[in-house]
C-alpha cells in the first residue's frame, strides 16, 4: 500500500463504527467513511471535541453539524521534492519551486460531506512530482502535463511546482475557481497553468485532433458525473475507453501517466491490466499499481483510500 504519511496539517486521529475522525489544521472532523466497517472504542478525545460532525441519512446524502467551525480555512502540504534544489531545473522551474515551497488549500465543508480536499493523494503528488522535478530537459521543451477531473487543484499545484506546464481540465466551473485561489496562495499564480471548464472526454477528443501531446497525465475520474452540457460519465461503463483514448495523448518521451479510483469494483488489479492493455503495449514502461491510504493515529493502521495505477517510463 502506498501511505500519504508526510502531512503535518492534516490526521487521522481515529476510525470506528462507519467514521473518521480528522484534524484538519486546526479543526477536528467526523466525516463517514464506507470503509469503516469495524466498531472500536471512541478512545480519542477528540471526538467530544469536533468543529463539524457530517450525519449521513439513512434516505441518502445527509447534512453537517457545526460547533466553532469557521466558513472556510486553509491547510499546507510541504512537496518532498522541493526540500533541496531541483536538478536540471531551468529558471522557470526554480521560480516555481521557490514559490511554493508548500501547497495550500482552502477548505470548507460542502455538500456530501465533502471538504475540497482529497489529503491521501498526497504519495502521489510526491511521486510523480518527484519525476518532474528530476527530469533531465532542455530549456526549450518544457515538461507538459494534463490533469483531468482535475477537482480543486491539488495534482495541478504539486506539477506547477516541480517546473510542468499545466492544463487543468474540471467540468464545474465553481472547482477551476476554487483551483485557481489554491494556486494564487501556493505561491503558483503566475506559473504556467492553463485552465479549462469543459467535458474531459471532449476535450481528450479534440487534443488528439490538434496533435497536443502531453509528458505527463493525470486523471481522478468520479463514479458518475455530469460534463458543463449534461455528458454523463459512469466510471464502469467509460474508464475503459477513456484510458485508451488519453494515451494516444502520451508524448514519445513521456514520463508518467496516473489513474485514480475510489470505486471499490475497481481494484489495483483492475487498474493494473487495463493501463498494461492500453499503454504499455505503446509505449512500454510499466505499471505499478496499489491501494492508497493515511496512517490512523489511535491505532497505528493505515486507513484504505481506495486504489491508483502508474504507468512510467
Known sequence: MWIADNWK?????DAS??????RWGDYILVRPDPQVIWNTPHEHKSWKEKNGHYHRSAKGGGEWEFFKLPDEWTVRYPLPCLAAPLPHSTEKRRI???AAKALTFHLKPFSFKHTGLFPEQAVNWNWFSDLLANAQRPADKPLKVLNLFAYTGGATLAAAAAGA???HVDASKGMVGWAKENAADSGLGDAPIRWLVDDCVKFAEREIRRG???DGIIMDPPSYGRGPKGEIWKIEESIWPFIELTAQLLSKDALFFLVNSY????QPAVLSYMMNTAIVKRHGGKVDADEIGLPVTESGLVLPCGASGRWSR
Not at 263 to 266: D, K, N, R, W, Y
Open 165 to 167: 506546464s499545466v492544463t
Open 9 to 13: 496539517d492534516y490526521e487521522v486521529l
Open 263 to 266: 470505486t471499490t469494483g475497481l
Open 17 to 22: 463504527c462507519g467514521e473518521k475522525l480528522e
Open 212 to 214: 497536443n501531446k502531453y
Open 96 to 98: 516555481a519551486a521557490t
